[in-house]
């Protein structure tokens, strides 16, 4: 397969590297990554300044890796149109991003971004996500501890691609994977997790007409139901959420027309 590989965390992440490098040993890959670190970049796209720059890599494997001074969703855009102008690439997976997207992650996140971008191209499209639940480092920072757990994301990936591509019915539907931290105990197809993400504030300064607020996040209520895409982390699975990207859900405009109400203009 000719395959475009995206991401949000740059194009030098490890996550994307480990996976460009298992499956270019079968298939055709081109990667573009963000220049930065564009994590919680949603699907932002540039609207105005319309020169794209890309920049070619040389590296040890011999991939075909490309930079982009734009956000994940434009990586996607010019990937999709420059590196694959005549035909559609078979295959867009965004990933293998550091850290789990599940649950409220979902909505912000750049790299499910990204595979919403690709689907609503008309590509056929994976987001997948490496947990990192408990480990300390930011999601800047480089750790060479951490490189075999993007070696095994990465390998499962590459063993299960052709099953993969065969859950996508059509191309306005793509997976978001998440990949358990530890021991990967089984591979479970889920839904979105529906839980809360507690902040408050815990210090806020006023100076004059200036408002300084510092808010903390208490991390994740576990879902009450203890199903869905983080719960099956949380037991060890692999989560495999399929999802569409458009927001449209035919069932409630059904439900709202019999309603038959009638609105003041």
């Not at 358990?180 to 504030?201: A, C, F, N, W, Y």
Request: aromatic share 8%; with cysteine.
């Amino acid at each position: 397969m000719k395959i475009l590989i995206v991401n949000d965390d740059g194009y030098n992440a490890p996550g994307i590297n480990e996976l460009a490098k298992q499956l270019s040993k079968d298939h055709e890959v081109i990667v573009v990554g963000p220049q930065t670190q564009q994590s919680g970049k949603a699907r932002s796209i540039t609207r105005y300044d319309m020169d794209y720059t890309l920049t070619n890599y040389v590296n040890t494997e011999n991939l075909k890796i490309y930079s982009s001074n734009r956000t994940p969703s434009d990586c996607v855009r010019v990937g999709v149109s420059y590196f694959f102008a005549d035909k559609k690439p078979d295959l867009v997976i965004s990933g293998i991003n550091k850290g789990s997207n599940k649950a409220l992650d979902i909505s912000y996140s750049g790299t499910v971004a990204a595979a919403i971008e690709s689907s609503s191209m008309g590509c056929k499209t994976i987001a997948v996500s490496l947990d990192m639940s408990g480990r300390q480092q930011g999601y800047d920072v480089v750790d060479p501890s951490e490189q075999h757990l993007y070696v095994k994301a990465a390998a499962f990936m590459r063993e299960n691609i052709e099953r993969l591509y065969g859950l996508i019915e059509d191309e306005g539907m793509f997976l978001n994977i998440n990949i358990p931290l530890g021991k990967i105990k089984g591979v479970v197809i889920t839904g979105i997790s529906e839980m809360e993400e507690p902040r408050k504030i815990t210090h806020a300064e006023i100076d004059k007409n200036i408002t300084t607020v510092t808010q903390d996040w208490e991390g994740y209520n576990r879902p009450e139901n203890n199903e869905g895409d983080y719960a099956e982390l949380v037991k060890g699975n692999i989560a495999i959420t399929p999802m569409r990207y458009t927001l449209t859900t035919k069932a409630l405009i059904k439900k709202a027309k019999e309603k038959n109400l009638e609105f003041k203009i």
